[in-house]
């Protein structure tokens, strides 16, 4: 099985920055793209950013310019490097990964890790 594990979460005023990671393990045989998603209290879950195995990048518009994702292929993870921080970007923050492992090879499935806090203060 694939697990992701996120951390990097925590309290931090506005305009503060703030480095989540999320790394995967398991019985990996690839990682296609990995993304970042939050929800907020009371809102649907929605898309932070995403990387390609390619490292091509997309963001949310409300993050553009504040926020960065990268990923380390090596140690099979991703991070979000958030500055310029927003009471609006408290949520909980999400990773996924489109994963193959060796028992599916080429097929693959979208992992989610369980979550890390982020609260922004005013």
């Known amino acids: 099985q694939v697990q992701l594990v996120e951390s990097g979460g925590g309290l931090v005023q506005a305009g503060g920055s703030l480095r989540l990671s999320c790394a995967a393990s398991?019985?990996?045989?690839?990682?296609?793209?990995m993304g970042w998603y939050r929800q907020a209290p009371g809102k649907q879950r929605a898309l932070v950013a995403t990387?390609?195995?390619?490292?091509?990048?997309d963001y949310a518009d409300s993050v553009k310019g504040r926020f960065t994702i990268s990923r380390d292929n090596a140690k099979n993870t991703v991070y979000l490097q958030m500055n310029s921080l927003k009471p609006e970007d408290t949520a909980v923050y999400y990773c996924?990964?489109?994963?193959?492992?060796?028992?599916?090879?080429?097929?693959?499935?979208?992992?989610w890790g369980q979550g890390t806090q982020v609260t922004v203060s005013s």
């Open positions: 996924n990964a489109a994963v193959s492992t060796t028992a599916t090879w080429t097929r693959y499935l979208t992992y």
């Open positions: 398991g019985n990996i045989f690839n990682i296609n793209n």
């Open positions: 990387i390609t195995a390619s490292s091509a990048t």
